[in-house]
């Protein structure tokens, strides 16, 4: 089992950078994948990013390929989704989640656990 804690949240402007952090509890979290989804009221939980066990695989959602980047480290138990040039409609609450397996996955019900989410706010 493992518990997820996510930070880094905030305000910030338009064009700016932001990086969220997803600390992980237990010693086998290099055994887990990790997504990245986003949340914004009256809407689904959408994948916003993926990494692999190891860091080599990354995947992500097209409207934040080329600006966006996961990555880790397992000395750390440490997941981060750097922002660059974030747009407004990046505006959500953002969550991690981790599963046991190989596979990185795009849809929430693959995964098992949950951080608590963090809001970013995005202004133009």
């Known amino acids: 089992q493992v518990q997820l804690v996510v930070s880094g949240g905030g305000l910030v402007q338009a064009g700016s950078s932001l990086r969220l952090s997803c600390a992980a509890s237990?010693?086998?979290?290099?055994?887990?994948?990790v997504g990245w989804f986003r949340q914004t009221p009256g809407k689904d939980r959408e994948f916003v990013a993926g990494?692999?066990?190891?860091?080599?695989?990354?995947i992500y959602a097209d409207d934040v390929k080329g600006r966006f980047t996961a990555s880790r480290d397992n000395a750390v138990n440490t997941v981060y989704l750097q922002m660059n040039s974030p747009k407004p409609e990046d505006t959500a609450v953002y969550y991690c989640?981790?599963?046991?397996?190989?596979?990185?996955?795009?849809?929430?019900?693959?995964?098992?656990?949950w951080g608590q989410g963090t809001q970013v706010t995005v202004s133009s």
């Open positions: 990494i692999g066990r190891s860091g080599s695989y990354t």
């Open positions: 237990g010693r086998t979290f290099s055994s887990y994948s």
């Open positions: 989640a981790a599963r046991n397996s190989i596979v990185v996955d795009t849809t929430p019900g693959a995964y098992a656990y």
